[in-house]
Protein backbone atom coordinates (compact mmCIF):
# COMPACT_ATOMS: atom_id res chain seq x y z
CA UNK A 1 0.00 0.00 0.00
CA UNK A 2 1.11 3.38 -1.02
CA UNK A 3 2.21 5.59 1.95
CA UNK A 4 0.61 8.70 2.22
CA UNK A 5 3.41 11.58 1.65
CA UNK A 6 3.45 15.50 0.25
CA UNK A 7 5.32 13.98 -2.98
CA UNK A 8 6.23 10.98 -4.52
CA UNK A 9 9.11 9.49 -6.62
CA UNK A 10 7.56 8.50 -10.07
CA UNK A 11 9.49 5.90 -12.37
CA UNK A 12 8.09 5.78 -15.93
CA UNK A 13 9.46 2.63 -17.62
CA UNK A 14 9.18 3.55 -21.36
CA UNK A 15 9.86 7.05 -20.78
CA UNK A 16 11.00 7.78 -24.41
CA UNK A 17 7.94 5.80 -26.32
CA UNK A 18 5.06 7.58 -27.30
CA UNK A 19 3.17 6.67 -24.43
CA UNK A 20 5.75 7.57 -21.90
CA UNK A 21 6.06 10.74 -23.31
CA UNK A 22 2.72 11.84 -22.41
CA UNK A 23 2.10 10.40 -19.09
CA UNK A 24 5.73 12.70 -18.52
CA UNK A 25 4.03 15.71 -19.94
CA UNK A 26 0.66 15.23 -17.86
CA UNK A 27 2.24 14.61 -14.94
CA UNK A 28 3.82 18.33 -15.29
CA UNK A 29 0.23 19.26 -17.00
CA UNK A 30 -1.51 18.13 -13.78
CA UNK A 31 0.26 19.34 -11.34
CA UNK A 32 1.05 15.62 -9.84
CA UNK A 33 3.31 16.03 -6.70
CA UNK A 34 6.45 14.51 -8.53
CA UNK A 35 9.01 14.99 -5.91
CA UNK A 36 11.98 13.21 -8.18
CA UNK A 37 11.00 11.37 -11.73
CA UNK A 38 12.77 8.04 -13.08
CA UNK A 39 12.87 7.59 -16.38
CA UNK A 40 13.83 4.42 -17.78
CA UNK A 41 14.20 3.26 -21.53
CA UNK A 42 15.91 1.10 -23.99
CA UNK A 43 19.61 0.98 -24.21
CA UNK A 44 19.19 3.17 -27.42
CA UNK A 45 18.39 5.61 -25.59
CA UNK A 46 20.55 5.43 -22.39
CA UNK A 47 21.81 8.84 -21.60
CA UNK A 48 19.19 10.96 -23.57
CA UNK A 49 17.65 13.89 -21.47
CA UNK A 50 14.01 14.40 -21.07
CA UNK A 51 12.92 17.92 -19.97
CA UNK A 52 10.20 17.41 -16.63
CA UNK A 53 9.17 20.60 -14.92
CA UNK A 54 12.13 22.86 -16.13
CA UNK A 55 14.77 20.34 -15.24
CA UNK A 56 16.64 17.71 -17.03
CA UNK A 57 16.27 14.18 -16.55
CA UNK A 58 18.67 11.57 -17.64
CA UNK A 59 17.05 8.61 -19.07
CA UNK A 60 18.51 5.03 -17.49
CA UNK A 61 18.07 1.59 -18.54
CA UNK A 62 15.69 -0.72 -16.28
CA UNK A 63 17.81 -2.64 -13.65
CA UNK A 64 17.10 -4.48 -10.43
CA UNK A 65 17.73 -1.41 -8.28
CA UNK A 66 16.29 1.47 -10.32
CA UNK A 67 12.93 1.08 -8.28
CA UNK A 68 14.53 1.73 -4.89
CA UNK A 69 12.74 4.95 -3.11
CA UNK A 70 10.23 4.72 -5.73
CA UNK A 71 6.60 5.03 -4.92
CA UNK A 72 4.72 4.44 -8.15
CA UNK A 73 6.04 3.05 -11.46
CA UNK A 74 4.42 3.85 -14.56
CA UNK A 75 4.83 1.34 -16.98
CA UNK A 76 5.10 1.40 -21.20
CA UNK A 77 7.63 -0.25 -22.26
CA UNK A 78 5.91 -3.70 -23.69
CA UNK A 79 4.48 -6.56 -22.10
CA UNK A 80 8.10 -8.51 -21.35
CA UNK A 81 9.59 -5.50 -19.34
CA UNK A 82 6.40 -5.57 -17.43
CA UNK A 83 6.84 -9.11 -16.95
CA UNK A 84 10.11 -8.99 -16.04
CA UNK A 85 10.53 -5.65 -13.72
CA UNK A 86 6.81 -5.00 -12.45
CA UNK A 87 7.76 -7.73 -9.95
CA UNK A 88 11.00 -6.06 -8.91
CA UNK A 89 9.45 -2.57 -8.82
CA UNK A 90 6.52 -3.97 -6.48
CA UNK A 91 9.58 -5.78 -4.66
CA UNK A 92 11.21 -2.73 -3.73
CA UNK A 93 7.70 -1.15 -2.25
CA UNK A 94 6.34 0.54 -5.44
CA UNK A 95 2.84 0.33 -6.64
CA UNK A 96 3.01 -0.26 -10.67
CA UNK A 97 0.15 0.99 -13.14
CA UNK A 98 1.32 -1.15 -15.91
CA UNK A 99 0.17 -0.08 -19.37
CA UNK A 100 1.01 -3.18 -21.20
CA UNK A 101 -1.07 -6.26 -21.43
CA UNK A 102 0.77 -8.78 -19.09
CA UNK A 103 -1.17 -8.69 -16.32
CA UNK A 104 -4.57 -7.30 -17.79
CA UNK A 105 -6.42 -10.67 -17.44
CA UNK A 106 -4.83 -11.67 -14.10
CA UNK A 107 -7.92 -12.20 -11.60
CA UNK A 108 -5.84 -11.56 -8.71
CA UNK A 109 -4.84 -7.27 -10.65
CA UNK A 110 -7.49 -4.95 -10.90
CA UNK A 111 -8.21 -3.57 -14.69
CA UNK A 112 -8.73 0.16 -13.97
CA UNK A 113 -11.03 2.97 -15.92
CA UNK A 114 -11.24 5.59 -12.82
CA UNK A 115 -14.57 6.81 -14.88
CA UNK A 116 -15.87 2.75 -14.62
CA UNK A 117 -14.37 1.18 -11.92
CA UNK A 118 -12.78 3.19 -9.76
CA UNK A 119 -13.25 1.25 -6.33
CA UNK A 120 -11.57 -1.93 -7.85
CA UNK A 121 -8.14 -0.17 -7.14
CA UNK A 122 -8.35 -0.75 -3.20
CA UNK A 123 -7.91 -4.47 -4.33
CA UNK A 124 -4.74 -4.19 -5.92
CA UNK A 125 -1.32 -5.99 -4.58
CA UNK A 126 1.34 -3.71 -6.07
CA UNK A 127 0.33 -3.92 -9.91
CA UNK A 128 -2.75 -2.19 -11.08
CA UNK A 129 -3.73 -2.55 -15.05
CA UNK A 130 -4.40 -0.07 -17.55
CA UNK A 131 -6.76 -1.66 -20.11
CA UNK A 132 -6.40 -2.05 -24.08
CA UNK A 133 -7.12 1.80 -25.37
CA UNK A 134 -9.99 0.65 -27.49
CA UNK A 135 -11.38 -1.03 -24.56
CA UNK A 136 -10.74 2.30 -22.35
CA UNK A 137 -12.73 4.36 -24.41
CA UNK A 138 -15.43 1.85 -25.32
CA UNK A 139 -16.43 0.87 -21.46
CA UNK A 140 -16.55 4.43 -20.64
CA UNK A 141 -19.63 5.42 -22.92
CA UNK A 142 -21.02 1.47 -22.18
CA UNK A 143 -21.19 1.68 -18.73
CA UNK A 144 -24.01 4.89 -18.31
CA UNK A 145 -25.94 3.04 -20.61
CA UNK A 146 -25.34 -0.14 -18.96
CA UNK A 147 -27.06 0.86 -15.77
CA UNK A 148 -29.67 2.94 -17.33
CA UNK A 149 -30.79 -0.53 -19.22
CA UNK A 150 -28.50 -3.15 -18.79
CA UNK A 151 -26.34 -3.99 -21.81
CA UNK A 152 -26.95 -7.83 -23.93
CA UNK A 153 -24.78 -7.75 -26.45
CA UNK A 154 -22.04 -5.25 -28.28
CA UNK A 155 -20.71 -5.42 -31.75
CA UNK A 156 -17.47 -2.96 -32.07
CA UNK A 157 -15.30 -1.74 -35.52
CA UNK A 158 -12.60 -0.21 -34.07
CA UNK A 159 -10.77 2.74 -36.26
CA UNK A 160 -7.18 2.91 -34.77
CA UNK A 161 -4.56 5.55 -35.73
CA UNK A 162 -0.96 4.33 -35.92
CA UNK A 163 0.39 5.90 -32.48
CA UNK A 164 -1.75 3.09 -31.04
CA UNK A 165 1.26 0.70 -32.30
CA UNK A 166 3.87 3.49 -30.98
CA UNK A 167 6.41 5.70 -32.04
CA UNK A 168 7.87 3.16 -35.30
CA UNK A 169 4.77 3.18 -36.47
CA UNK A 170 4.04 6.77 -36.48
CA UNK A 171 7.10 6.95 -38.87
CA UNK A 172 6.12 4.41 -40.72
CA UNK A 173 2.97 6.22 -42.02
CA UNK A 174 4.49 9.49 -42.20
CA UNK A 175 7.15 8.16 -44.34
CA UNK A 176 5.25 6.03 -46.77
CA UNK A 177 3.03 8.61 -47.22
CA UNK A 178 5.96 11.05 -48.09
CA UNK A 179 7.37 8.37 -50.46
CA UNK A 180 4.60 7.58 -52.63
CA UNK A 181 3.61 11.16 -53.04
CA UNK A 182 7.09 11.50 -54.36
CA UNK A 183 6.48 8.03 -56.55
CA UNK A 184 9.05 6.27 -54.71
CA UNK A 185 9.36 2.72 -53.18
CA UNK A 186 7.85 2.55 -49.24
CA UNK A 187 9.21 0.61 -46.57
CA UNK A 188 6.95 -2.09 -44.56
CA UNK A 189 8.44 -2.75 -41.32
CA UNK A 190 5.73 -2.45 -38.51
CA UNK A 191 2.51 -3.41 -40.58
CA UNK A 192 2.13 -6.48 -42.45
CA UNK A 193 0.64 -4.21 -45.49
CA UNK A 194 1.19 -0.51 -46.44
CA UNK A 195 -0.57 1.51 -44.42
CA UNK A 196 -0.70 4.65 -45.96
CA UNK A 197 -3.79 5.11 -48.17
CA UNK A 198 -5.00 1.69 -46.69
CA UNK A 199 -6.91 0.00 -43.62
CA UNK A 200 -5.53 -3.40 -42.23
CA UNK A 201 -8.15 -5.58 -40.41
CA UNK A 202 -5.41 -7.04 -38.30
CA UNK A 203 -3.92 -5.85 -35.13
CA UNK A 204 -2.15 -7.82 -32.69
CA UNK A 205 -1.65 -11.89 -33.73
CA UNK A 206 -4.45 -14.18 -35.03
CA UNK A 207 -5.59 -16.60 -32.68
CA UNK A 208 -7.15 -20.11 -33.36
CA UNK A 209 -10.62 -18.58 -33.28
CA UNK A 210 -10.08 -16.21 -36.51
CA UNK A 211 -9.94 -13.01 -34.02
CA UNK A 212 -6.83 -10.77 -33.50
CA UNK A 213 -5.83 -10.96 -30.04
CA UNK A 214 -6.72 -6.86 -30.26
CA UNK A 215 -10.52 -8.07 -31.07
CA UNK A 216 -10.26 -10.84 -27.84
CA UNK A 217 -8.35 -7.88 -25.47
CA UNK A 218 -12.05 -5.80 -26.23
CA UNK A 219 -14.24 -8.67 -25.73
CA UNK A 220 -12.66 -9.67 -22.40
CA UNK A 221 -11.62 -7.06 -20.48
CA UNK A 222 -14.59 -5.18 -21.52
CA UNK A 223 -16.55 -8.04 -19.17
CA UNK A 224 -13.87 -7.69 -16.45
CA UNK A 225 -14.05 -4.09 -16.09
CA UNK A 226 -17.69 -3.82 -16.53
CA UNK A 227 -17.62 -6.34 -13.83
CA UNK A 228 -20.51 -8.52 -15.92
CA UNK A 229 -19.96 -11.87 -18.14
CA UNK A 230 -23.17 -11.72 -19.07
CA UNK A 231 -22.57 -9.06 -21.52
CA UNK A 232 -21.61 -10.04 -24.83
CA UNK A 233 -19.41 -8.54 -27.08
CA UNK A 234 -17.56 -9.23 -30.75
CA UNK A 235 -15.33 -7.10 -32.58
CA UNK A 236 -13.14 -6.33 -35.53
CA UNK A 237 -10.10 -3.97 -35.33
CA UNK A 238 -8.92 -1.87 -38.29
CA UNK A 239 -6.33 0.05 -38.33
CA UNK A 240 -6.40 2.93 -40.57
CA UNK A 241 -4.11 5.80 -41.75
CA UNK A 242 -4.20 8.37 -38.88
CA UNK A 243 -1.93 9.53 -36.24
CA UNK A 244 -3.55 10.08 -33.73
CA UNK A 245 -6.47 8.94 -31.89
CA UNK A 246 -8.79 5.66 -32.23
CA UNK A 247 -12.75 6.20 -33.39
CA UNK A 248 -15.32 3.15 -33.07
CA UNK A 249 -18.79 2.30 -34.37
CA UNK A 250 -20.84 0.78 -31.60
CA UNK A 251 -23.78 -1.38 -31.29
CA UNK A 252 -25.51 -2.07 -28.89
CA UNK A 253 -28.22 -4.35 -27.97
CA UNK A 254 -29.84 -3.39 -23.99
CA UNK A 255 -32.62 -5.28 -21.95
CA UNK A 256 -35.13 -2.50 -21.54
CA UNK A 257 -35.58 0.08 -24.38
CA UNK A 258 -33.75 3.59 -25.12
CA UNK A 259 -34.33 6.34 -26.96
CA UNK A 260 -31.64 7.99 -28.98
CA UNK A 261 -32.53 11.18 -26.92
CA UNK A 262 -32.37 9.44 -23.29
CA UNK A 263 -28.73 7.79 -24.31
CA UNK A 264 -27.78 11.57 -25.27
CA UNK A 265 -29.17 12.52 -21.86
CA UNK A 266 -27.37 9.62 -19.78
CA UNK A 267 -24.21 9.92 -21.50
CA UNK A 268 -24.38 14.16 -21.29
CA UNK A 269 -24.09 13.52 -17.58
CA UNK A 270 -21.49 10.92 -17.68
CA UNK A 271 -18.19 11.74 -16.77
CA UNK A 272 -15.39 11.29 -19.14
CA UNK A 273 -17.92 11.65 -21.91
CA UNK A 274 -19.13 14.11 -24.32
CA UNK A 275 -21.83 14.10 -26.18
CA UNK A 276 -20.67 15.81 -29.41
CA UNK A 277 -23.83 15.01 -31.98
CA UNK A 278 -25.84 17.52 -34.30
CA UNK A 279 -25.26 15.58 -38.10
CA UNK A 280 -27.62 18.32 -39.21
CA UNK A 281 -24.72 20.68 -38.77
CA UNK A 282 -21.93 18.48 -39.37
CA UNK A 283 -21.12 17.87 -36.42
CA UNK A 284 -19.86 14.56 -35.16
CA UNK A 285 -16.45 13.47 -33.45
CA UNK A 286 -13.66 13.98 -35.66
CA UNK A 287 -10.07 12.50 -34.47
CA UNK A 288 -8.31 15.69 -35.68
CA UNK A 289 -10.27 17.10 -33.24
CA UNK A 290 -10.05 15.04 -30.30
CA UNK A 291 -6.35 14.81 -30.60
CA UNK A 292 -5.00 16.21 -27.19
CA UNK A 293 -8.78 16.24 -25.34
CA UNK A 294 -9.21 14.11 -22.44
CA UNK A 295 -12.71 12.77 -22.49
CA UNK A 296 -14.23 9.89 -25.00
CA UNK A 297 -16.49 11.84 -27.42
CA UNK A 298 -19.66 10.56 -29.08
CA UNK A 299 -22.25 11.21 -31.81
CA UNK A 300 -24.34 9.74 -34.55
CA UNK A 301 -26.07 8.41 -31.68
CA UNK A 302 -29.59 6.95 -33.44
CA UNK A 303 -32.34 4.00 -32.40
CA UNK A 304 -31.26 0.60 -34.71
CA UNK A 305 -34.06 0.21 -36.50
CA UNK A 306 -33.12 -3.63 -36.94
CA UNK A 307 -33.78 -4.10 -33.09
CA UNK A 308 -36.42 -4.04 -30.75
CA UNK A 309 -34.00 -2.02 -28.27
CA UNK A 310 -30.51 -1.37 -30.03
CA UNK A 311 -28.48 1.62 -29.90
CA UNK A 312 -25.80 2.72 -32.74
CA UNK A 313 -23.22 5.61 -31.97
CA UNK A 314 -20.07 6.39 -32.76
CA UNK A 315 -16.96 7.42 -30.33
CA UNK A 316 -13.31 9.03 -30.87
CA UNK A 317 -10.92 8.90 -28.24
CA UNK A 318 -7.21 10.17 -28.08
CA UNK A 319 -5.55 6.33 -27.69
CA UNK A 320 -2.27 8.24 -26.20
CA UNK A 321 -3.75 10.54 -23.52
CA UNK A 322 -7.65 8.37 -21.92
CA UNK A 323 -6.71 5.16 -23.53
CA UNK A 324 -3.01 5.10 -22.21
CA UNK A 325 -1.31 8.01 -20.27
CA UNK A 326 -4.12 10.40 -19.03
CA UNK A 327 -6.07 6.81 -17.82
CA UNK A 328 -2.85 5.78 -16.18
CA UNK A 329 -2.21 8.87 -14.28
CA UNK A 330 -6.06 9.71 -13.04
CA UNK A 331 -5.35 5.91 -11.45
CA UNK A 332 -1.98 7.52 -9.61
CA UNK A 333 -4.30 10.24 -8.81
CA UNK A 334 -6.42 7.86 -7.18
CA UNK A 335 -4.00 6.15 -5.46
CA UNK A 336 -2.81 9.50 -3.55
CA UNK A 337 -6.45 10.69 -2.80
N1 LIG B 1 0.44 3.64 -28.00
C1 LIG B 1 -0.73 3.47 -27.42
O1 LIG B 1 -1.74 4.10 -27.79
C2 LIG B 1 -0.88 2.50 -26.27
C3 LIG B 1 -2.09 2.42 -25.62
C4 LIG B 1 -2.24 1.54 -24.55
C5 LIG B 1 -1.17 0.77 -24.17
N2 LIG B 1 0.02 0.86 -24.83
C6 LIG B 1 1.13 0.03 -24.36
O2 LIG B 1 2.16 0.88 -23.87
C7 LIG B 1 3.43 0.29 -24.12
C8 LIG B 1 4.31 1.28 -24.88
O3 LIG B 1 3.70 1.65 -26.07
P1 LIG B 1 4.22 2.86 -26.96
O4 LIG B 1 3.17 3.07 -27.97
O5 LIG B 1 4.65 4.01 -26.12
O6 LIG B 1 5.51 2.20 -27.66
P2 LIG B 1 6.85 2.92 -28.20
O7 LIG B 1 6.56 4.28 -28.71
O8 LIG B 1 7.45 1.93 -29.12
O9 LIG B 1 7.75 3.06 -26.89
C9 LIG B 1 8.29 1.93 -26.24
C10 LIG B 1 9.07 2.37 -25.03
O10 LIG B 1 9.61 1.20 -24.39
C11 LIG B 1 11.03 1.33 -24.30
N3 LIG B 1 11.68 0.02 -24.40
C12 LIG B 1 11.69 -0.82 -25.46
N4 LIG B 1 12.47 -1.89 -25.20
C13 LIG B 1 12.98 -1.70 -23.96
C14 LIG B 1 13.87 -2.44 -23.13
N5 LIG B 1 14.41 -3.61 -23.54
N6 LIG B 1 14.17 -1.95 -21.91
C15 LIG B 1 13.64 -0.79 -21.50
N7 LIG B 1 12.81 -0.03 -22.23
C16 LIG B 1 12.47 -0.49 -23.45
C17 LIG B 1 11.39 2.22 -25.47
O11 LIG B 1 12.69 2.76 -25.29
P3 LIG B 1 13.55 3.31 -26.55
O12 LIG B 1 12.95 4.63 -26.93
O13 LIG B 1 14.90 3.43 -25.98
O14 LIG B 1 13.43 2.28 -27.63
C18 LIG B 1 10.28 3.24 -25.39
O15 LIG B 1 10.54 4.16 -24.35
C19 LIG B 1 3.14 -1.02 -24.85
O16 LIG B 1 3.09 -2.06 -23.89
C20 LIG B 1 1.78 -0.79 -25.44
O17 LIG B 1 1.08 -1.99 -25.66
C21 LIG B 1 0.19 1.72 -25.86
Known amino acids: MLKKKNKYVVAVAGATGAVGREMIELLEERSFPVGGLIALASESSEGERLQFMGRSVT ?14 A ?22 VIDNSSAFRMDPTVPLVV ?37 IKRVVVTTFQSVSGTGKKAIDELAGQTVALLNFRDIETNVYPHQIAFNCIPHIDAFLEN ?9 VDETRKIMED ?32 DEVRAVLSAAPG ?30 EDESLPNGINLWLVSDNLRKGAALNAVQIAEYLIR
Open 229 to 260: DSIRVTATAVRVPVFRCHAESVNIETEKKISA
Open 74 to 95: LFSAGSERSLEFAPVAVKSGAV
Open 210 to 218: GYTKEEMKL
Open 59 to 72: VRRPAKDSFNDVDI
Open 114 to 150: PEVNAHAIAKHRGIIANPNCSTIALVTALKPIHDAVK
Open 273 to 302: VIVYDDPTRGLYPLAIDVAGKDETYVGRIR
